[in-house]
């Protein structure tokens, strides 16, 4: 039960987002959490390391059993708890092979975004190179339009078919992260309609990150 | 039904042998596929465009389904197909999230994995550094005693999640095929080693070894240092 269940996680982390709208859309609200920070190097404390041995957030326990990969959490709360809440794997052959098929896909998205957002972060000095910034944001502009191609497609404000489901529980953290970091809502039409049909969404607004309510948005995305 | 089924793959790729050990263990096998060359860039070729706009293997169809994230196919032929074959996924609540947890723990492998035995493929002349590579393989080799560790925890003759072979052993098998491949020591992980050996007799994966490794039982020596 919800009470059996603890979360370690930090604000505006997509992958921890990700848990925390499962949660929701499960009914599993009450769990234990506690707000970390990664700026004072929280994720690496003990009580992180003691749950996640790569002191990364989300540290996330379903009783005893670690689930620190976002997906994988995802993906056993909706096994476990497949009959209460909202279902987000349907039956449906074909529309469960699309489910699953975006639900992967955003790692792509991930990698590409990060680096470009993380670029100084993630290579020294000494590595960096204005060729790899470049070719690092055209594989982003690529992979972008490739997302709003999907949502062209996409008729119910969903990522696939007529209802909410886990491809939108992992996809739409890192959509609203991107805004977030001053992606263009004019050159992303389809994209910003997706990030702001889903915001009022109960699930969604309950865990809407809070150091973002009263944050101004970063620029860094603003010329992709 | 198998035929319904056609795949586009490449030989070495682990992504690719991952859904091919996922159609063995099901009871797959007469899928229609294709082996193509990722040397001659046939990856970037229209045949694969017209069904993965990515440009990239493995490319998987099962009737007008198109599937190519490879984890994705794995789950999705287990979920249609759980009644035959192999059981993938676990009952128990507990291996099933060692699964899981396993399972994405799997992608980080990897990609850290790809950083140092592709690291010429991925990142063009001008912009490569040897410390850049150092720090690769670095991570790599915490990567690698993670691993370690959690087969040591699990005792002699485990499979990744536990006494059964699940989802996990699918998709990172063809990792940990590729990392000895390229010449890891046994001596130095022996868990690691202990696990290769036990996975490679597998019917399915026996099924769907590289053939290039097959003509080339010799591989490249990458990591024999690390």
């Not at chain 1, 009914?27 to 404390?45: A, C, D, I, P, V």
């Not at chain 1, 896909?105 to 000494?126: D, H, M, R």
């Not at chain 2, 099933?96 to 799997?106: H, I, P």
């Amino acid at each position: 039960m919800a009470k059996d269940m603890t979360l370690l996680w930090g604000s505006g982390s997509p992958p921890c987002w990700r848990i925390m709208i499962v949660l929701e859309e499960k009914n599993l609200q009450g769990y234990n959490q506690k707000l970390l920070s990664f700026e004072k190097g929280e994720h690496k404390s003990k009580e992180v390391m003691e749950i996640n041995p790569r002191g990364q957030l989300p540290a996330f326990k379903c009783g005893d059993v670690p689930l620190n990969e976002s997906c994988a959490a995802c993906f056993h709360l909706e096994c476990k708890y497949k009959s209460q809440g909202t279902k987000l794997i349907p039956d449906c052959e074909d529309e469960k092979a699309q489910i699953l098929q975006r639900v992967f896909e955003v790692n792509a998205l991930t990698e590409k975004s990060s680096i470009v957002l993380y670029y100084n972060w993630i290579v020294p000095e000494g590595e960096r190179h204005d060729s790899a910034v470049k070719r690092n944001k055209e594989a982003l502009t690529a992979e972008l339009k490739l997302w709003e191609g999907y949502l062209q497609k996409a008729s119910s404000g969903f990522i696939v078919g007529k209802d909410f489901s886990l491809a939108d529980v992992i996809v739409y953290p890192t959509v609203a992260y991107l805004f977030q970091n001053g992606l263009s809502e004019q050159r992303y039409p389809k994209l910003a309609e997706y990030y702001k049909g889903l915001m009022n969404r109960p699930s969604i607004k309950a865990s809407w990150p809070p150091t973002w309510k009263n944050a101004p948005k970063q620029e860094t995305l603003k010329d992709i | 039904m198998a035929k319904d089924m056609t795949l586009l793959w490449g030989t070495g790729s682990p992504p690719c042998w991952r859904v091919m050990i996922a159609l063995e263990e099901k009871n797959l096998q007469g899928y229609d596929h294709k082996l193509l060359s990722f040397e001659k860039m046939e990856h970037k070729s229209q045949q694969v465009l017209d069904i993965n706009p990515r440009g990239q293997l493995p490319t998987f169809k099962h009737g007008d389904n198109v599937i190519n994230e490879s984890y994705a196919a794995c789950f999705y032929l287990e979920s249609q197909f759980k009644s035959q074959g192999t059981k993938l996924i676990p009952d128990g609540p507990a291996e099933q999230a060692l699964m899981y947890q396993r399972m994405f723990e799997g992608l980080t492998f990897y990609e850290k994995l790809n950083a140092v035995i592709y690291y010429e493929w991925y990142v063009p002349e001008g912009e490569r550094h040897e410390s850049a590579l150092k720090r690769n393989k670095e991570a790599l080799v915490t990567e690698l005693k993670l691993w370690e560790g959690y087969l040591q925890k699990l005792g002699s003759g485990s499979y990744l999640a536990g006494p059964s072979f699940t989802l996990a052993d699918v998709v990172v098998f063809p990792t940990v095929g590729t990392v000895f491949r390229f010449g890891l020591s046994p001596e130095r992980y022996p868990k690691l080693g202990e696990y290769y050996n036990l996975l490679k007799e597998r019917p399915s994966v026996k099924a769907s070894w590289p053939p290039h490794w097959l003509e080339n039982p010799k591989g490249q020596d990458t990591l024999k240092d690390i």
